[in-house]
């Protein structure tokens, strides 16, 4: 394996470890058989996360950003390359990946705390206990209150919000997020990228934060994968020296700006002469 | 009024905005008395055809019919067949129904055969079920139960297959096993549609009701309400079969409400799916 070889002589078996990136994935490719036709959603997809960070991977719609964290949820996959999360390769869905989705697919049928409490009643908590946990983590999200109410009742932040207490129940080591907050109004979106730097400060957790906003981003990313489409691939990575803790302050950065900037004219460049649309409309089936 | 914004206070000023826009009832009211009173107006100054009574004549008769006891026998009879023909054809459609949903392997069996049997007119078995088995109530029963079975068949199917896959996603990532998954996130989920289907087999099990007893039946206590109806259109007493069939639609009607408010009180948090109103 190439980290044992890198690690330096002499270091303990512990150091090793640590020094291993939590999460790596080495050369995935994946594709899809539609109307007879083989279409490559993405194309070797190779990149490190080290334990803690903050990944943000931003791209259009349609480049294999959702299909990636599908695979390295374990929810999908891949054709060929592999996932591996603390040198152990990935083949199923596990509670140290927590998912979090674009809709908040609470259980429309259960209340907020219900929903909490699934998980851990299914990793064999006590009813009593769950409970409890349930509604600390819901006061985590700023949910108090509202734990009697059904996702029904409660507005899209909300539900999101309550999405994210269930996620974090699961005590997992990474956070994916595919678009959580994309089908947000924007205000609502931009007090939710503060609450989630909010608890990720606290937590510490390495997330993978995916979204086609390049502000939320910049504004929550140690770091960015800017994703280009067809076949899907990381076209390039970036570390954001923005300060941390960030929160509303941020948003006036001039440095902010200035990363905008550069990943707009990234895009741009990927996108071609022809507007971005034009490309989308002749490949994708409709 | 105080502006805090508590849970408890947003909760209750919607739930009360909500009653505000449902009392559509009284307005709906008063459009059918209105429509009975031009009917009862119209019979008394120009006069009606013999075989159409006024509101006021059937309100009499089925008092009579009631007093006599003649009415309770009808709509036991009617409704004990309408009760086991809807509730065997409904239970095997929703049980099927799901079962082929989670299974692919026994859904495209079962799919085959459903799709084959689906077209033919049900009421015809009934002449075919009597051949076997008479014009008995085992016939009648049996017709319901194929005819209620469809529509509970292919809604439980298609709210099986049709949960949303992130759901499953969810119950996956939270270390879900396959059978903790199908009991308690594909079934409850798939629950609104499967009772809109069972709503459909309700409402067709009393349209088979009628339909079964039309057809052979005695003029006895056991007539039902729909043979009931059809000896008194021969015998010419109009005054019965209006009040058999002011019976039938008022046992629909409360039935299919009660139906809808228990609904309501087991399915909280989700809506119900329905084609009309809901």
Not at chain 2, 123 to 143: E, H, K, M, N, Q
């Amino acid at each position: 394996m190439l980290s044992s070889n890198a690690a330096p002589s002499g270091a303990t078996t512990m150091e090793a470890i640590t020094d291993q990136p939590q999460l790596r994935l080495t050369g995935v490719r994946k594709t899809f058989h539609r109307d007879r036709k083989t279409v490559e959603a993405l194309r070797d997809v190779s990149f490190e996360v080290p334990r803690g960070q903050f990944l943000s991977a931003l791209g259009p719609s349609g480049c294999g950003k959702s299909t990636m964290l599908h695979i390295i949820g374990g929810f999908e996959t891949a054709t060929s390359g592999s996932v591996h999360l603390d040198g152990k390769p990935v083949t199923a869905p596990g509670r140290d990946r927590g998912m979090m989705f674009q809709q908040a697919t609470l259980f429309p049928w259960k209340t907020v705390q219900a929903n909490v409490a699934w998980p851990l009643l299914v990793d064999g908590w006590k009813r009593k206990h769950a409970r409890e946990r349930a509604r600390e983590l819901l006061a985590t999200v700023g949910l108090s209150g509202f734990e009697h109410s059904y996702p029904a009742e409660l507005s899209g932040g909300m539900r999101q919000r309550a999405a994210l207490a269930r996620t974090l129940g699961l005590a997992p080591d990474i956070l994916l997020m595919d678009e959580p907050f994309g089908a947000l109004d924007a205000q609502t979106r931009e007090l939710m990228q503060e609450e989630l730097t909010r608890i990720w400060q606290e937590s510490q957790l390495t997330v993978i934060f995916i979204t086609h906003d390049i502000n939320e981003a910049v504004f929550l990313g140690d770091r960015v994968l800017v994703m280009g489409a067809r076949p899907g691939r990381i076209i390039a990575d970036v570390e954001i020296e923005l300060d941390r803790p960030r929160g509303a302050h941020t948003k006036r950065d001039p440095k902010l700006v200035e990363y905008h900037n550069e990943f707009w004219d990234l895009i741009r460049q990927e996108a071609g002469p022809q507007p971005s649309g034009s490309r989308d409309a002749g490949e994708t089936p409709s | 009024m105080t502006a805090t914004l508590t849970p408890e206070s947003r909760v209750g000023r919607r739930e009360w905005a909500e009653w505000m826009l449902d009392r559509r009832w009284p307005v709906a009211t008063a459009v059918v008395l209105v429509l009975l009173a031009a009917w009862q107006t119209y019979g008394v100054i120009a006069g009606l055809p013999e075989y159409i009574l006024t509101p006021f004549e059937i309100a009499g008769s089925v008092t009579e019919l009631l007093a006599s006891g003649r009415l309770v026998e009808l709509s036991s009879a009617s409704l004990g067949r309408l009760t086991a023909g809807f509730l065997l054809g409904t239970t095997s459609g929703v049980l099927i129904g799901l079962l082929s949903g989670v299974s692919r392997w026994f859904g495209d069996i079962v799919d085959g055969a459903v799709g084959f049997t689906y077209p033919i007119p049900k009421i015809t078995l009934l002449p075919i079920l009597a051949i076997w088995l008479g014009f008995t109530d085992s016939t009648r029963i049996l017709v319901i139960a194929i005819a209620v079975f469809f529509p509970a068949y292919i809604n439980a199917n298609a709210a099986t297959r049709g949960v949303d896959q992130e759901l499953v996603w969810v119950a996956k990532n939270a270390g879900a096993g396959t059978l903790r998954t199908v009991l308690q996130v594909v079934l409850p989920a798939a629950l609104p549609r499967t009772v809109a289907g069972i709503r459909q087999s309700l409402a067709l099990s009393f349209i088979f009701m009628f339909a079964t007893e039309a057809i052979g039946s005695s003029t006895g206590a056991d007539a039902g309400l729909g043979g009931e109806m059809f000896a008194a259109r021969a015998n010419g007493e109009y005054d019965v079969l209006w009040a058999a069939l002011a019976t039938v639609a008022v046992l629909g009607g409360t039935i299919d409400a009660g139906f809808r408010w228990l609904v309501g009180r087991l399915m909280r948090g989700q809506e119900l799916e329905v084609t009309g109103r809901g």
